[in-house]
């Protein structure tokens, strides 16, 4: 697996109030398999994690949504939490951005909350995927099938429940980001 990871780069993209194990645990996973990651924030500024119940670590950016082009990246992962998704949901460069890697065929890793973003930016309709059970009612309203599983994966488009997940989240990304480009995967 080592020699397909080889200068891979995967954006992150998240605001304040992500869920912190959501993005350090991936991040780690990727990392340790020589992946380069990059923390992808609104402003270019630190971003503050929560955990569990109470506010966590406050994240270093790399860089600022202006400047990050998702051609540049191999693959993008969204970290839940509740607070962060409901941010970047509304905000109109956050949901381009995301639109792109799909369009590219781009693997995609979305835990938790996070597909809260992937509603409003158009790409779950016929798409099969889960979540936190607590969205699942929004997905399926936007025309996804929603499963009860610990990872999905939908031609390149991976996601989890919640943290109890994150084993079979990171394992599965690392394949479908070592894999590339899927040409099923679309917005």
């Given at each position: 697996m080592a020699n397909q990871l080889d200068g891979k780069r995967v954006a992150i993209l998240a605001a304040d109030g992500f869920e912190e194990s959501e993005l350090a645990s991936p991040r780690a996973a990727l990392q340790g398999q020589g992946v380069e990651t990059h923390v992808?924030?609104?402003?270019?500024?630190?971003?503050?994690?929560?955990?569990?119940?109470?506010?966590?670590?406050?994240?270093?950016?790399?860089?600022?949504?202006?400047?990050?082009?998702?051609?540049?990246?191999?693959?993008?992962?969204?970290?839940?939490?509740?607070?962060?998704?409901?941010?970047?949901?509304?905000?109109?460069?956050?949901?381009?951005?995301?639109?792109?890697?799909?369009?590219?065929?781009?693997?995609?890793?979305?835990?938790?909350?996070?597909?809260w973003i992937l509603i409003n930016a158009g790409v779950v309709d016929g798409r099969k995927l889960t979540s936190v059970p607590s969205i699942a009612q929004d997905l399926k309203n936007a025309g996804a099938e929603w499963v009860d599983e610990s990872v999905v994966c939908d031609s390149g488009f991976v996601t989890s429940r919640t943290p109890k997940d994150l084993d079979d989240f990171n394992a599965k990304f690392i394949e479908e980001l070592g894999e590339g480009r899927h040409s099923n995967q679309h917005a």
């Open positions: 992808v924030t609104l402003d270019g500024k630190g971003i503050r994690a929560w955990a569990e119940t109470e506010w966590g670590e406050t994240y270093d950016a790399d860089k600022a949504l202006d400047d990050a082009d998702p051609t540049n990246y191999h693959a993008l992962l969204l970290p839940g939490g509740l607070f962060n998704p409901d941010t970047l949901r509304t905000n109109e460069k956050a949901l381009s951005f995301v639109k792109a890697f799909f369009q590219a065929g781009k693997p995609v890793a979305a835990i938790c909350h996070a597909p």
